[in-house]
């Protein structure tokens, strides 16, 4: 996963506060920090994990933190919209300045920036209401694609057509690897669901969904912390684990959580 995850994720990198992934590693022991990652404190992990549980019964499982993941990648990128909007003196956007001022932070899957017949079919997809404008609620596709099905489906398959050399509309095995491959042989075979050894632009749009790598993170740390195995994860469970979590790529989670939520809190610099 690890050419993976950082290739996937160049539409919300502008989202700084959303850049949630480490490099990636099956074993959530192995060290995957880099230099410029920052760690979560125990404090923040604590106060992370009361929030995520929803019900206060002192321990967070799967669906409560995926729940409060989606809440809050939902929020930070609506909170993206708002800004650029506001940094153009403007409730919403013409196609005309989405081109001039706002396309260059819509990227493609590969971080180049997309051209102008692209970015026009996004704002087509995109302007729900058919107002020819985008108001903050209509930009959010653009940034999280994920948040609406047709923007999801439109980017895999701009990212489909980029790699696949014959025009069959599907990736071989061997077109995902070539050149600045998309991912290694392992992910390939997870993301052929229909085991039919291509995939399709269906199949390769949870290579998009930002919540796919959350989610594998965050199995990872139940299955790290979880002591008495019951599922859930107590405070004194996560404590415990401290150092190793703090490792892991659910830390990164972690930071852009608690940054979002008390963004004047710092996180420890490594
Ligand atoms: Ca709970
Ligand atoms: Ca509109
Ligand atoms: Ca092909
Ligand atoms: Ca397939």
Redesign the pocket.
């Known amino acids: 996963m690890v050419a993976l995850c950082r290739k996937v994720m160049p539409i919300l990198v502008v989202i700084a506060a959303v850049v949630v992934l480490a490099l990636a590693s099956d074993d959530p022991g192995n060290d995957i920090r880099e230099p410029d990652d920052v760690i979560p404190t125990q404090q923040q992990i604590s106060q992370v994990h009361g929030l995520i549980d929803s019900d206060k019964d002192g321990k967070i499982n799967l669906v409560e933190i995926m729940n409060f993941s989606d809440t809050i990648a939902l929020a930070t990128a609506r909170q993206y919209c708002a800004e650029v909007l506001e940094s153009l003196e403007t409730e919403?956007v013409t196609l005309e300045r989405l081109k001039k001022d706002v396309s260059k932070m819509v990227v493609s899957s590969d971080g180049n920036a997309l051209p102008e017949e692209e970015v026009q079919h996004r704002f087509l997809l995109?302007?729900?209401?058919?107002?020819?404008?985008?108001?903050l609620e209509?930009m959010v596709p653009l940034f999280f694609p994920e948040s609406n099905p047709a923007m999801l489906s439109r980017v895999a398959h701009v990212l489909l057509t980029s790699k696949d050399q014959n025009g069959d509309g599907k990736l071989t095995a061997d077109e995902f690897l070539s050149g600045d491959g998309l991912g290694d042989q392992d992910d390939f075979a997870k993301l052929d669901r229909d085991g039919s050894g291509t995939l399709d632009a269906e199949e390769l749009e949870s290579l998009e969904v930002e919540r796919n790598y959350v989610q594998e993170a965050m199995q990872d740390l139940i299955i790290l912390a979880d002591k008495d195995a019951d599922g859930h994860i107590t405070s004194a469970e996560l404590d415990a684990k401290y150092e190793e979590i703090s490792r892991s790529r659910a830390a990164q989670d972690f930071v852009a959580w608690a940054d979002y939520l008390d963004p004047s809190q710092e996180s420890d610099e490594l």
Do not use: C, I, M, P
């Open positions: 919403s995109a302007d729900s209401n058919n107002d020819g404008k985008l108001d209509e």
